[in-house]
């Protein structure tokens, strides 16, 4: 299977604290994003960084990627009660018009 | 923004039963999706329509259908539903194939239960 794997499963924090959580794939990719999604309901697009980038942020978001080791991680900093999700990442392949979706990680943050 | 509305959000169906699910688009993407999700599997692919009257396989296409007659509608088809069927099933739309990296706009989900 292609499927990405994210660790941890689930993650529970104390809200102000920094939540990170990881991706990993397994063939070379043109870009990796990362989606949210509110308990029971669809995806929402968080950030999308290109192979050739090694970082990107947004507001409390910071993305980074490693090609070399497959893997990516997504940090949320400051968190809040409201980041409470799950988190999943999305790979695109050369030659495919398929997404591949990670397993995802259950965030809690406790207030 | 873009608006992905799926028919109804919550579905309760009998084993043998035809099954349409519908998701509409108000941003006249060309490509469309429909994604199963189980916990523990994440999301995985069953069709996808790049255009108009065209659709691929995905990855679990087997037990279903698709139908894309215009461009704002992807239709999900469960021929005769099963239990193995039950799940959430989410849509999925995005501008167009030939640019990397757009992204996928989804709709809220169909919690399909089937007894």
């Known amino acids: 299977s292609q499927q990405g794997e994210e660790d941890p499963q689930a993650l529970s924090i104390q809200e102000g604290e920094n939540a990170t959580m990881n991706c990993s794939y397994k063939?070379?990719?043109?870009?990796l994003q990362w989606y949210r999604q509110n308990s029971g309901r669809g995806l929402v697009h968080l950030i999308l960084i290109r192979s050739n980038e090694r970082e990107k942020h947004s507001g409390r978001l910071r993305v980074t990627l490693d090609t070399s080791k497959k893997s990516s991680s997504l940090l949320i900093t400051a968190s809040r009660a409201a980041d409470t999700a799950s988190y999943f990442c999305?790979?695109?392949?050369?030659?495919?018009?398929?997404?591949?979706f990670g397993t995802g990680t259950r965030l809690k943050v406790l207030a | 923004d873009v608006k992905v509305t799926q028919s109804s959000r919550y579905l309760v169906k009998r084993t043998g039963e035809k099954v349409f699910l519908e998701c509409v688009q108000d941003m006249d993407h060309e490509n469309m999706f429909w994604y199963r999700q189980d916990p523990g599997l994440g999301l995985r692919l069953i069709y996808f329509?790049?255009?108009?009257?065209?659709?691929e396989k995905g990855d679990i296409p087997e037990g279903y259908s698709v139908s894309r007659e215009k461009k704002e509608r992807f239709s999900l088809i469960l021929e005769s539903a099963s239990t193995n069927q039950t799940s959430m099933y989410l849509c999925?739309?995005?501008?167009?194939?030939?640019?990397?990296?757009?992204?996928?706009?989804f709709g809220s989900g169909t919690q399909l239960s089937v007894l």
């Open positions: 999305a790979t695109d392949y050369p030659g495919t018009y398929k997404y591949i």
């Open positions: 999925a739309s995005r501008r167009f194939r030939g640019r990397v990296g757009e992204k996928l706009f």
């Open positions: 063939t070379s990719i043109n870009n």
């Open positions: 329509s790049y255009d108009v009257k065209m659709k």
